[in-house]
């Protein structure tokens, strides 16, 4: 199994959706685990820390199940502004730099 | 702006020359990383460091590859007789190390393109 692996899509959906990503990962001993926006030719940038079962911040809600090794990303209502590339990221084996997934791309039509 | 900064933002440059990229990390992160990013991937990490000190390499940093970062403060990436596959996009990335893992803030990138 890859270290980091999302389904790249892409996701088109319509303003006002709800969509889900997945993500699994192969360090069973990680402990955190993170998803990043990066926007066309941007840099990326941290969306969603989860250290637990999940998170939740408005719109969006990161779920981790440790067993399956499996997060995954649900974006509700989605807005034209959420069109972008979401990178499931999870910590190296040293702790320090990541392992980014290739990115899932969205873009959410009128 | 005391975001990460990056320069150049582009390079051009023939195979075979040598380029070098700095990056300026947020002033108070004692930990820095370099990654590389293609088109359609993820970033790939290329090396750390936590003040001056080099800790971990990718297999992915060749010989021709060499980072510094000698008074703990901006780093240079330098690629020696570069090759085609080189072209990417060269991110850095800081963070205020306190605990096993802090939040990382990239900077713009370094776009490399060898002809």
């Known amino acids: 199994r890859k270290e980091v692996e999302q389904d790249p899509g892409p996701f088109n959906v319509p303003e006002g959706a709800t969509v889900a990503f997945n993500c699994t990962y192969s360090?069973?001993?990680?402990?955190?685990f993170f998803w990043y926006r990066q926007d066309c030719r941007k840099e990326p940038k941290l969306l969603m820390s989860?250290?637990?079962s999940g998170n939740e911040d408005g719109r969006f809600t990161a779920q981790l199940n440790r067993a399956s090794q499996y997060i995954s990303l649900l974006i509700r209502d989605s807005k034209l502004s959420d069109s972008a590339t979401y990178l499931c990221v999870v910590p190296k084996e040293s702790g320090y730099a990541l392992n980014f997934g290739k990115g899932t791309s969205l873009l959410v039509t009128p | 702006d005391t975001g990460v900064s990056q320069n150049p933002r582009h390079k051009i440059t023939k195979r075979g020359q040598n380029v070098t990229f700095r990056c300026d990390p947020i002033s108070e992160h004692n930990r820095l990383y370099w990654y590389r990013q293609t088109l359609g991937q993820g970033p790939e990490f290329l090396t750390y460091f936590q003040n001056e000190a080099q800790l971990e390499k990718s297999r992915l940093l060749s010989d021709r590859f060499s980072a510094e970062r000698p008074k703990g403060s901006f780093s240079t990436l330098e690629i020696q007789r570069t090759e085609q596959g080189d072209s990417a996009m060269y991110l850095c990335a800081s963070s205020l190390g306190l605990g096993a893992y802090n939040e990382q803030f990239f900077g713009p990138g370094t776009r490399l393109t060898v002809l």
């Open positions: 989860v250290y637990s």
């Open positions: 360090n069973s001993a990680s402990q955190s």
